[in-house]
């Protein structure tokens, strides 16, 4: 099982960014997490194989994920502050979840 994520980066609030994964294996379905500074691990957005999506409130309507259940991206729009956080390609097999290294996004104000 492999997880290979990029994007990320530095963004001005209102601007976008693009994250991507790729997923090797049978997963059913691929994700991100987050994880700000001193807060606990957010389930931010799915794709599962036959297409349902899942976003955390706090990012419905702004961001979307795509693709397929082994290459997904999650576009990012409207980045505000309260984004900042290292961003975790998440792929699930059954009932376990493997993380793949993450990635930094900071949005300033």
């Known amino acids: 099982v492999q997880l290979q994520a990029s994007g990320g980066g530095l963004a001005q609030a209102g601007e976008s960014l693009r994250l991507s994964c790729e997923a090797s294996?049978?997963?059913?379905?691929v994700g991100w997490y987050r994880q700000a500074q001193g807060k606990q691990r957010e389930l931010v957005a799915t794709?599962?194989?036959?297409?349902s999506t899942y976003y955390a409130d706090s990012v419905k309507g702004r961001f979307s994920i795509s693709g397929n259940k082994n290459t997904a991206s999650l576009q990012m729009n409207s980045l505000k502050p309260e984004d900042t956080a290292v961003y975790y390609c998440?792929?699930?097999?059954?009932?376990?979840?493997?993380w793949g290294k993450g990635t930094l996004v900071t949005v300033s104000s």
């Open positions: 998440a792929a699930w097999y059954g009932s376990s979840v493997r």
């Open positions: 294996g049978s997963n059913d379905v």
């Open positions: 794709l599962s194989n036959g297409g």
